[in-house]
């Protein structure tokens, strides 16, 4: 499967953002899905999941309350709607998709990712 973002660009704080995932040549219905992100000089931070059925959704610590996952499968995306953005939500974010075993924000569990959309919060 092939994994695309967009959506990604600079915002001010404060400010909301929804980024967006196409999914194709896959089965995406079966997919779980996540988005990670990954600052720079940061460590990969888990950030949202969705189960394939849509039925569970997971969130980051730092994102909770602020940050919502959506999918739908008939068009094949994923979206993340962010909102009350903070400078230290700056990162690239990646799409990713597979089957959680050990747990949502392992991700060694999401077999495909995409190549990032930059996201950028200035104060």
């Known amino acids: 499967a092939q994994l695309v973002e967009s959506g990604g660009k600079s915002v001010q704080a404060g400010e909301s953002l929804r980024l967006s995932c196409v999914v194709s040549?896959?089965?995406?219905?079966?997919?779980?899905m996540a988005w990670f992100r990954q600052g720079s000089g940061k460590e990969r931070e888990f950030v949202a999941a969705?189960?394939?059925?849509?039925?569970?959704?997971y969130y980051g610590d730092s994102v909770k309350g602020r940050f919502v996952i959506f999918r739908d499968n008939k068009k094949n995306t994923v979206d993340l709607q962010m909102n009350i953005l903070y400078p230290e939500d700056t990162a690239v974010y990646y799409c990713?998709?597979?089957?959680?075993?050990?747990?949502?924000?392992?991700?060694?569990?999401?077999?495909?990712w995409g190549q990032g959309t930059q996201v950028t919060v200035s104060s």
């Open positions: 990713a998709g597979g089957a959680i075993v050990n747990g949502p924000s392992f991700s060694r569990d999401y077999k495909y």
């Open positions: 969705i189960r394939f059925s849509g039925d569970q959704t």
């Open positions: 040549g896959g089965a995406f219905r079966y997919y779980d």
